[in-house]
């Protein structure tokens, strides 16, 4: 089982308004609303392809009486911790081409509330092959949350991977995550270092143990102590990125839970991501874009002279 923890969940609605733009009215073709936020998302996407997963998340209010009915009825292991705010929600809006996306921050937690999501973590822990921790930390958690988390998951021999940004991510990298899943502007931003692979370089000198970054069209790039590795899709998927990320982890996730190398992971996480892209709600893709894509798709090693231009 992959234990998926999501700190900041939320009720995510997605609104498809072809030609979308700004600063006027337009008419919505389709609006769907189900549980999200990031850990959500993997989990989503992990039952689909037939992997057993879990979800643990904080739950409070009307909003959260929502999410705990999507995942009920989208038949979504998970185990809920209460609070006494109202779960946040967040607005997509989907053009078919790409999307925009409005988030809310979240209730804060009380320090009895952060100590119970860590608690419910841990219960499920001895049962799970890798734990994922997915998304923002709401208001009120620590600015190490992630790292005790991170430290959770070592304590039971397991491997973490982090997606996270910003002084969450930062804070965590002491603890050493496994895997932590930048995109390139998140890589940037935590290093000064415009360069991908140097960026990652000096995220493993702070205490992650791999780098798996998103690069946009560009595909993923996997670096570890032990090399550089690359796969790109043959050409930019146009539709709602929104969760592409999440199906990143997702991959990731179940490569690891079988001990699976970057040649064998990275395809199918590019394969996953852009099959995401194709589907209009995040913790969805589109099967037949998934199935073409990794039958057709190989990792590349690089050296320290290959251009990461696509």
């Known amino acids: ?15 498809t308004v072809p030609g979308f733009r700004p600063h006027t009215s337009h008419r919505v073709t389709e609006a769907v609303a189900q549980a999200g936020g990031k850990g959500v998302n993997v989990a989503r996407v992990l039952t689909a392809l037939g992997r057993p997963a879990r ?9 959260g009486d929502a999410v705990r009915a999507d995942l009920a009825a989208a038949g979504l292991d998970h185990a809920e911790v209460p609070i006494g705010g109202d779960t946040r929600r967040t607005v997509t809006i989907a053009d078919g081409t790409d999307a925009t996306v409005l988030n809310e921050p979240g209730p804060a937690l ?5 100590d119970a999501l860590l608690d419910e973590t841990a219960r499920h822990l001895p049962q799970a092959a890798v734990l994922v921790l997915s998304g923002s930390l709401p208001p009120g958690a620590p600015a190490d949350g992630y790292g005790q988390l991170v430290t959770l998951g070592r304590r039971f ?18 603890a050493r995550p496994t895997v932590i899943k930048p995109n390139a502007a998140e890589l940037t931003a935590a290093t000064g270092l415009p360069d991908p692979r140097g ?9 992650a143990e791999s780098v798996l970054a998103s690069l946009g069209p560009a595909g993923l790039l996997a670096v570890d102590p032990h090399g550089t590795w690359r796969c790109a899709p043959p050409a930019p998927v146009p539709g709602n990125p929104t969760g592409a990320g999440d199906a990143t982890v997702a991959a990731l996730a179940a490569g690891l839970s079988g001990n699976a190398g970057w040649p064998a992971i990275l395809p199918d996480a590019v394969a996953l ?6 589907h209009p709600r995040a913790g969805h893709f589109h099967t037949p874009t998934y199935h073409h ?6 990792a590349t090693r690089l050296d320290h002279t290959t251009s990461l231009t696509p």
């Open 293 to 298: 894509l990794r039958a057709t798709l190989t």
């Open 199 to 207: 960026a990652a370089r000096v995220l493993l000198r702070r205490g």
């Open 1 to 15: 089982m992959i234990l998926t923890v999501t700190p900041n969940p939320a009720l995510d609605v997605t609104y």
């Open 157 to 174: 021999d397991l491997p973490v991977v982090l997606d996270a940004d910003g002084p969450a991510l930062l804070a965590a990298l002491p």
């Open 110 to 114: 009380t320090p009895a509330e952060w």
């Open 273 to 278: 991501s852009a099959a995401t892209v194709h």
């Open 55 to 63: 979800c643990v998340l904080p739950l409070g209010g009307p909003t």
